[in-house]
């Protein structure tokens, strides 16, 4: 039986990213309680809580992290990286045990959380970007990832070409454009993400910047398709283009659920994300769900 049956879980979002947050630290008797791929798509059915992230808390697997947390799209695939979601799951521990800092550890590492500049701002250090073909990944060398040979449409008028690719712990590519509504993303979105460039897929990005202060947004998630907002696609998109010196380091990132602010901090390379986290309703998984999962 799944690890989910029964449990808790709430319902939240990040700017309108769609979000579960389930604390499996309470299953700490049974270590083994491993959320699947299968699990994870299961949630996300019609009949489950449709997502388009699942945060999983997992007891602590270094001193003073409060926990280790996994991460699900909804196709059931994993990620190193999602930044509404840790905004989400700040708040949940934040209002559980009082606190108002804390650090994580994912697959990409420790991230420190707090509450704030505002009582209801969350900001997350995503950690330091990385720009490496090998790092992103890539399935070939590229000297210089600020722009890669990647295009769709007619090779003579490209609908859209030389994006740049930044990981953030998860893989983006950033188009830069002129008008982001203007591109069918849910036609372009599936065939980038699946470009055999990116060996493990890839988030993708159509940006427009607006000023040195501003960038317009809007992500196609690896795993999860059009979304209201990708954080870690936000914290991707204001490194590369101040990377390209076209923006300042302290950016104001408007996506079509709302607006986040990011800083790509001189002293460490790290990237601050801040915005909001807004908690929906709780509830339990009906055991039913996970019928057909092995
Ligand atoms: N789809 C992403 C994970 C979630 C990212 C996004 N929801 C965020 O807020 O960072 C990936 O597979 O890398």
Redesign the pocket.
Same mark, same amino acid.
């Given at each position: 039986m799944s690890a989910l049956a029964n449990h808790a879980f709430a319902k939240m979002n990040?700017i309108g /990213?769609e979000i579960v947050v389930v604390d499996l630290r309470d299953s700490m008797g049974n270590l083994a309680a491993q959320v699947t791929a299968e699990d994870a798509r299961a949630v996300a059915s019609p009949a489950g809580v449709p997502y388009?992230?699942l945060m999983v808390l997992q007891p602590p697997r270094l001193q003073g992290t409060e926990a280790f947390i996994k991460?699900y799209?909804s196709d059931g695939?994993e990620?190193?990286?999602?930044?509404?979601?840790?905004r989400c799951v700040v708040r949940r521990v934040f209002e559980r045990t009082g606190q108002s800092a804390v650090t994580f550890e994912t697959r990409a590492g420790l991230l420190n959380c707090w509450q704030g500049p505002a009582p209801d701002l969350y900001t997350v250090d995503m950690g330091a970007p990385k720009f490496g073909w090998q790092d992103i990944p890539l399935a070939e060398e590229f000297r210089d990832t600020r722009y890669i040979e990647l295009q769709v449409g007619p090779i003579d008028n490209p609908v859209l070409h030389s994006p740049s690719v930044v990981s953030?712990g /998860?893989?983006h590519a950033i188009f830069w454009v002129d008008d982001v509504n203007a591109y069918d993303l849910e036609r372009f979105g599936p065939l980038l993400e699946n470009h055999p460039i990116f060996p493990e897929?890839a /988030?993708i990005t159509l940006a427009h910047i607006v000023d040195r202060d501003h960038i317009t947004m809007r992500t196609w998630?690896?795993?999860?398709g059009l979304?209201r907002?990708?954080?870690?696609?936000?914290?991707a998109t204001a490194v590369a283009a101040a990377r390209l010196k076209r923006t300042n380091r302290i950016v104001e990132m408007t996506l079509p659920g709302g607006k986040l602010g990011i800083e790509w901090r001189e002293r460490d390379d790290h990237v601050l994300m801040t915005g909001t986290a807004e908690f929906e309703y709780e509830g339990r998984f009906d055991p039913a769900l996970f019928a057909s999962v092995a």
């Open positions: 990040g /990213n388009d992230q991460i799209n695939s990620a190193g990286a999602c930044g509404n979601g840790m953030m /998860n893989p897929r /988030n998630e690896r795993g999860a979304t907002a990708c954080g870690s696609a936000a914290c």
